[in-house]
């Protein structure tokens, strides 16, 4: 690549065309219709198509099956394992009481106001309070056998 300097600067494309103006005469070339054309829909003042209108011909979302069901009470929870948490423990006894506010403090969970989920991935070794708005039965016991508690936010 050459080095740019002052002697080969150039302007991006396009930058130094001019704005086409329209209805300006015959002389123009874009005079009497102004590059709308004869009659039709796109000629008249106030035409505007909705979006994805394909002429009158039935418009590709509608054309693409529906598929599947979508559920809208459905909840969702950021995950934490288990794994994850003996990890922050080891590292630093004081993490012993795992509070929401201290999960978010250490970066274990991503969105500040998701509801968390504590899956039995991996295994703990150390006691640990545990605040989560979920347990999976797995990690309540895997916690509760490790001398921990499993406390769930309401």
Same mark, same amino acid.
């Given at each position: ?15 130094? @065309? #001019? ?34 209108? @394909? ?8 054309? /693409? ?10 909840? *969702? ?9 003996? *990890? ?20 274990? /969970?991503?969105?500040?106001?998701? /509801? ?6 991996? *295994?703990? #070794? ?14 309540? *016991?895997?916690? @509760? ?10």
């Amino acid at each position: 690549m050459a080095i740019r300097n002052l002697s080969n600067l150039q302007a991006p494309k396009k930058a130094n @065309e #001019k704005k086409k103006r329209v209805g300006r005469g015959m002389g123009s070339g874009m005079g009497k219709t102004s590059t709308r054309g004869h009659k039709g829909q796109g000629s008249r003042s106030g035409s505007s198509l909705m979006r994805g209108f @394909e002429g009158g011909q039935m418009p590709l979302h509608r054309r /693409l099956p529906k598929r599947g069901f979508t559920n809208i009470f459905r909840v *969702e929870y950021q995950v934490l394992g288990l794994d994850r948490i003996s *990890e922050v423990v080891a590292a630093d006894a004081a993490n012993a009481d795992l509070t929401l506010d201290r999960i978010i403090a250490l970066g274990l /969970l991503r969105k500040k106001n998701a /509801l968390l989920k504590v899956l039995a991935n991996g *295994e703990i #070794k150390s006691a640990v309070k545990v605040h989560a708005h979920k347990f999976s039965a797995a990690a309540k *016991e895997a916690i @509760e056998k490790a001398g921990g508690q499993a406390i769930v936010i309401a």
